[in-house]
C-alpha cells in the first residue's frame, strides 16, 4: 500500500509514534510518505521506502500567521497525486484531520483518512471550546478512528459522544532491539553522572505544565534525603525556568543534571534506575514504556493510559497526582530493596516486550488500512 502519514514533526510522543509506525510499514514492503512542517524528528535513518514531503511556508503581508492547515492540504493533494496515495493516516485530529478532510474535497477520487488520537488532541477541547467543532468534524469524516489507549478511547466518547465508526484502540509499541536492557555497556557514562555510585533518577519530556517536571524535582528532593542519588532531566519546553528554580531553591544544583533534548533516549534509560513520569494527563506515556523496555521501573501518576502501561506493584508504582510523597515511597521502595527492584526491572522488560511489540501495532493499523482502501 502507498500511505500518507500526516504528523507534527517536533519532539513529542505522537511524532515518533508516527515515525518508527513508518520504518515499520517500510519493512513490511509498503510505501510510505510522511507530510510535515519539519523533517519528523526521529526520522534520520535512510529507507528505501520511506520519503519526507516538507509542507512549505509562504509569507505574504496580508496573512497575520501562514495558513498552516491549507498549506498542509494543498500538499496532502499533490503528494496524493504524485505518488498515487491509497490512504492518509493522520496522528492528532487537530489540525491534521481538518486539513486531510479538505484534501479530500479537492480530489477527484477517494482518499480515505484513517485518525489516530493521541490525547491533547482530545483533552485540549477542556481548555479551548473554540475547537470542539472542529474536533467532532475531524471524528465524522474519518473512515476509522484509532487511540492510543482504551482511557483515550472512552474520554473521546465521553467528550464528543459516540462515533458511527466506532473507535479502535491499537496501543504505542517498542521496538525490541532498540528499547533493551543494556547492563554494563553503560557504566562509563553512568560513572560521570553518579560517581560515588549514587542511584539515578530520570525525566524525559517536553517539558509543557502538563508534565509537573517540578514534582519530578520535589520527589528526587525527598528520595535524595535516604538514598544519595543524582537526577537527570531530558527534554526542554515552557517550564524549564521554574524547573530550573526549584532545583535551586531546593539546593540541588550539584545533583540534577539537565542534558536538554536527545534524541538515542535509550542510551540515557539504559543507565538509569528508575523513571519519573508524574503528569496531570497522559493518554499512554510512550516513555514510559520505553523505559520499561530498558528494564526500567517506572514510578507515575494514576491517570489517563498510564494504568494500561505501567503495573502498579509489578514494574513500577502509581499515584496520584500530585502526591509527590507516594510517588517518593514508590521510589524508595525500589531503591532499598535490590531483590525487589531486579524482580520489577526483569518483569518490566517482558511486559513491554510481551504486551507492547511493534509487529502487533502495525499489524493493527494495517488491518484498519486494508478495511478503508477495501470499502472506498
Ligand atoms: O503530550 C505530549 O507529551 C505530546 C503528545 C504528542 O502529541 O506527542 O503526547 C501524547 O501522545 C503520545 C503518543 O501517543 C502519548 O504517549 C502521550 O501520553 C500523549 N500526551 C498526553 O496525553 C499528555
Redesign the pocket.
Known sequence: MKIGIIC?PSY??????ATELGYALGERGHEVHFISSARPFRLHRFHEQLFFHEVTDVSYPLFKYPPYTLLLANKIVEVAKYAGLDVIHAH?AIPHSISAYLAQQMMTRPLPLVTTL????V?LVGAYEEFFQLTRLALRVSARITA?SKA?AWETEKTFGTTEQGIEVVP?FIDPKVYLPKAGSMQKCRGHFAPHGEKILAHI??F?E??RVVDVVNIFALVEKVVPSRLLLVGDGPEMVRVEREVSRLGLEGKVQFLGKQESVQEILQMVDVFLLP?E???????ALEAMACGVPVVCSRV??LPEVVQHGKTGYLAEVGDVQGMSEGVLKLLTDDLRYKAFSEQAVTWAQETFPVERAVQGYEKVYESVVHSS
Open positions: 507534527y513529542g510522543g505522537s511524532g515518533v509514534v492528532y493521541h490525547g491533547t488532541d483533552t492510543v483515550l504505542n519530556s517536553n509543557r502538563v508534565k503528569s494527563q497522559e493518554s499512554f506515556g510512550l516513555v489517563g493510559g
